[in-house]
């Protein structure tokens, strides 16, 4: 049965049908039919656009919100371009979820369900921050009646543990109430017809819905992953059994005044995540859900199920991503942001891509700019800067807008020349183009010539001096080699001048490609259009041997591990090795270098990886040379001084057709640079620190990153890839003798942990108790714990947060502590009032409070159940851990921070001395990322 809110939404869709069908075909109408989206997946991220640019956002089923965003970004979908009156989805539900975590003391008006959507979204979009508030605030309005109270607020807490557990974030919450919960919801009236479904009591009756079924299920299948409880089991199984029996003919799902299309990706998305093949359940008619879903969920108008609303869309959308149906499907100009002086001229053009290919529409998109008196703009894309501004031009096409950006100086500008340019790599790869759009301003430093329209493209570059003028030696980080090297021809013509004397004119088509023999021919143009790229020759993948060997390894180290040869700077996987990583679940680690890249499993799953036309990942990590480097760094020498080498570093796809081509956003992937053996102990303090090279702005950018003392490794997080090298921080003169004094105590000379109790205490994070003493054996109450956490993350003291608890009094030397770090979401109480400010801190408590400022402070500490159940294990007392503290527990452990004590065992009603408590703080300080501490 519906809730109230499902059939005013049924009721909403149908009443909305005639609508949808009139906006959808006035937006579609000017697209020719093998123009349109070529597959259902295409055409639901089409419906979803259309939806979301015509009525903004709906952060709820009904429309285009956090659900839908999660779906899409599963999807491949970039909707940092789908704009409603200047607002991009994006940012529309990064505000809607902050609202929401505004008003969540209100279930009424923030149901658990839409926190867990909310929580999905941000995952999907990286917003950490965000992720663990909504987390926070699910954990503390859960019960054992699950989180929401009322008549129907079993569909919103079924699903809000369905999200928690698509989130990976089911362990956050008490799986005991949450196992407890969904067990006794479930119909377990043997010979009922509703027999192990999941529904509500209305009037006296009961009706089972298959959506909150559906949740039950998956929900389940998270809290069990292992299969081991028998309980679950049984209950999935009868909850399975209910939902086969729902299916038509037609292989589709319906239960009660349901939308077919809606139930039927219910089903695929259930058994997907239950491990099962959704297309072996077959109807009477021998059809499955699958075939209802490919062939008759997708309607004439664009829209999908007897609904023809958003959240048909959104729920097809999804069970087409559990099927591996991708789509890659956008409108895009190039380039996306231009400078330009009064009186000057750029062509852009207008992409549309889709799983077919990408298509230049430029001729049959509609072109305008957003002030029309500082640029025109005429039916082709050609810009045409009138007065000094900056604005935005907008290219239409297929019911979808893409925008660039233009800025016009005041000053008159000088004649230029647009001319074609490709640059093709030493594997055959392009590197840059095939674009007919590069604009040589007469201003350029190189003028009207070949080395002006390379230089004009933007692409990186080095060149040397020789006998017969300039030599290019390097593009795209990749360097002449012996006898093979860069060259290139004009309009079909290698050319016999050096390419700073090679003159252009408008409409030259100019080639660079890297040959390895004076009298290689260039590849031809139209080719490179048309993607018909001859590959000169991919490298060798690594051998089948070694990676079977580190599959093996994988199941104890949890690392599918792979490294290069010392002599070559790169690793290659074929598209057959990949998906025999991807099988395994198990992240990818590779080393090129001394440099190592950790890929999840997600990171593995972009589209351009998943495409069916990939042939290899390449990981490539290129030194730079010594002279380069230092001409890198030498701007900044007042600052720092380089710690090793400067790396290039790449992760590219080359399809079949031998075309490289580039990740533009890579997920969760990790990179470790090793710091030389000399620069450990400066690193350690800070120091020294990875900094990646803005190749725009020529500066060295700081990134966040965690230094590891046992590895003397630095890793960090990146969705790109460029210039990463480490730095060493040059402190001026006047700081060499201005270090923090050292502060000891009379009774820990010689103590094993007498470096960090004089580190914490130098810091100011921790002081001795009088007479010269630091009481190493002294038991942490949790108010100095605070008090020490408080310090360590700068907080100012907020007395106010304490106003909950009864027992913290009003003049206690902690309060302010107290009410700051409650505030800042590090510390909870023991209970609603009370805080216990003189209990001895617990060994569990303190894993939980470290891992909250960890992750405050920028640390990704997300862990897989099964990691963390394996990480567990290795304690005899494992099941004293209480449920809400396992999660950390396991964090402390992986992380090297806190480890068992006596007998195998961790102890976690244990108390904790100040000793301890500095070491294992300080041995914190050192994972944090290194800003400037």
């Known amino acids: 049965m519906y809730s109230n809110s499902k059939r005013t939404i049924k009721k909403m869709g149908l009443l909305l049908v005639g609508i949808m069908i009139v906006t959808s075909f006035i937006s579609l109408v000017n697209i020719n039919t093998a123009e349109a989206a070529s597959s259902p997946a295409d055409s639901a991220v089409q419906f979803l656009y259309n939806d979301y640019a015509d009525k903004g956002i709906n952060n709820s089923d009904a429309g285009v919100g956090s659900y839908a965003l999660y779906v899409l970004t599963q999807a491949g979908v970039d909707v940092s371009t789908w704009m409603y009156t200047g607002v991009c989805l ?106 192990g479904s999941w529904g509500c009591t209305w009037e006296n009756n009961y009706y089972a819905d298959f959506m909150a079924t559906a949740a039950a299920v998956r929900a389940l299948n998270y809290l069990d992953p292992n299969k081991s409880d028998v309980l679950i089991q049984d209950a999935i199984n009868n909850g399975l059994n209910w939902m086969k029996d729902q299916q038509q003919a037609d292989g589709s799902f319906l239960a009660g005044m349901d939308d077919p299309t809606i139930d039927t990706s219910e089903v695929i998305v259930t058994l997907k995540t239950c491990g099962m093949d959704p297309a072996a359940w077959k109807s009477s008619g021998g059809k499955s859900a699958v075939d209802y879903l490919m062939n008759n969920a997708l309607n004439d108008d664009g829209s999908f199920g007897t609904s023809g609303n958003a959240m048909c869309a959104t729920w097809a959308l999804c069970a087409y ?41 430029s001729l049959d998109a509609q072109w305008s700019a957003a002030d029309s008196s500082i640029v025109s703009v005429d039916s082709s894309g050609l810009v045409t800067a009138l007065r000094a501004g900056q604005t935005e031009v907008y290219a239409v096409y297929g019911g979808l807008t893409a925008s660039a950006s233009v800025t016009v100086n005041s000053g008159v500008g000088g004649t230029a020349k647009t001319v074609g340019l490709a640059v093709v790599g030493m594997n055959g790869e392009l590197l840059y183009g095939p674009s007919n759009h590069v604009r040589v301003a007469e201003t350029n430093r190189w003028g009207f010539t070949v080395l002006g329209a390379l230089d004009a493209s933007g692409i990186d570059y080095h060149t040397s001096t020789w006998a017969w003028g300039i030599l290019v030696d390097s593009i795209g980080g990749q360097a002449n080699s012996g006898m093979a090297g860069w060259m290139y021809a004009v309009n079909g013509q290698i050319a016999s001048t050096s390419p700073e004397n090679c003159s252009i004119n408008d409409r030259d088509k100019i080639i660079w490609y890297y040959s390895t023999s004076m009298d290689q021919e260039p590849p031809n143009w139209n080719d490179l259009v048309s993607g018909n790229i001859i590959v000169v020759q991919l490298p060798d993948p690594v051998s089948d041997t070694a990676l079977n060997t580190a599959i093996q390894k994988a199941r104890s180290t949890g690392l599918v591990a792979l490294m290069a040869d010392k002599a070559q700077n790169l690793l290659a996987l074929s598209n057959e090795q990949l998906t025999k990583i991807l099988n395994t679940g198990k992240p990818l680690a590779v080393t090129v270098q001394g440099v190592q890249f950790i890929l999840s499993p997600d990171s593995l799953k972009v ?76 690193a350690a303090a800070g120091e020294v620190m990875a900094y990646r090279y803005n190749e725009n702005s020529k500066v060295w950018e700081k990134v966040v990153g965690t230094y590891d003392t046992t590895s003397g490794i630095i890793s960090f997080k990146t969705e790109h890839f460029s210039k990463y090298a480490l730095l060493e921080t040059v402190s001026p003169p006047e700081e060499k003798n201005n270090f923090e004094e050292k502060i000891t105590f009379k009774d820990i000379t010689g103590h094993w942990a007498q470096k960090e109790i004089e580190f914490m205490a130098a810091k100011g994070y921790m002081a001795g108790i009088g007479d010269n003493k630091f009481a190493v054996e002294a038991t942490v109450t949790r108010a100095e714990f605070a008090a020490i956490l408080a310090r360590m993350a700068g907080l100012t003291a907020n007395p106010g947060g304490t106003d909950l608890f009864s027992d913290v009094p009003a003049g206690a030397w902690y309060r302010g502590a107290v009410g700051a ?48 159940v394996q990480l567990l294990a290795g304690f005899s007392d494992a099941a004293d851990v209480f449920p809400w503290a396992r999660t950390s527990v396991a964090l402390m452990t992986r992380e090297r921070l806190m480890a068992g004590r006596e007998s195998g065992q961790f102890v976690p009603k244990g108390n904790t001395t100040r000793a301890e408590a500095a070491v294992v703080l300080y041995r914190v300080l050192q994972k944090l990322p290194q800003l400037g501490k």
């Open 821 to 868: 770090v409650v505030s800042a979401g590090l510390v909870y109480g023991t209970s609603e009032n009370s805080f216990a400010p003189d209990d001895p801190i617990t060994r569990e408590q303190m894993a939980a409070m470290i891992a909250r400022y960890m992750v405050k402070n920028g640390l990704d500490l997300t862990i897989s159940d099964a990691d963390a």
């Open 90 to 195: 994006k940012d529309a539900v990064i505000n809607a979820a902050n609202d929401d975590i505004s008003n969540a003391s209100d279930p009424s008006i923030v149901s658990a369900k839409l926190l867990g959507q909310d929580l999905a979204a941000m995952k999907a979009l990286g917003q950490s921050d965000l992720a663990v508030q909504i987390e926070q605030i699910l954990q503390h309005r859960q019960s054992s009646t699950g989180f929401d109270t009322g008549d129907y607020s079993i569909f919103s807490n079924l699903a809000a543990y369905d999200l928690l557990g698509r989130a990976d974030s089911i362990s956050v919450i008490n799986t005991v109430y949450a196992k407890d919960y969904i067990l006794g919801t479930q119909n377990q009236t043997i010979g009922d017809p509703a027999y």
């Open 321 to 361: 991503n559990s099927l591996d149906e991708h789509t890659v499907w956008r409108l895009y100009l190039d380039p996306s942001s231009t400078t330009l002086n009064v009186g000057g001229t750029v062509q852009l053009s207008a992409f549309w891509q889709n799983a077919d290919g990408t298509a230049d529409v």
């Open 607 to 682: 589209p351009e990886i998943m495409a069916a036309s990939t042939a290899q990942l390449q990981l490539t990590v290129q030194k730079v040379s010594s002279g380069d480097a230092q001409n890198l760094v030498e701007p900044f020498a007042d600052k720092f001084k380089l710690a090793g080498d400067v790396y290039e570093l790449n992760v590219l796809v080359v399809n079949k057709k031998g075309k490289q081509i580039s990740i533009e956003q890579f997920p969760d992937c990790k990179v470790l640079l090793p710091v030389p053996e000399s620069l450990r102990e400066a």
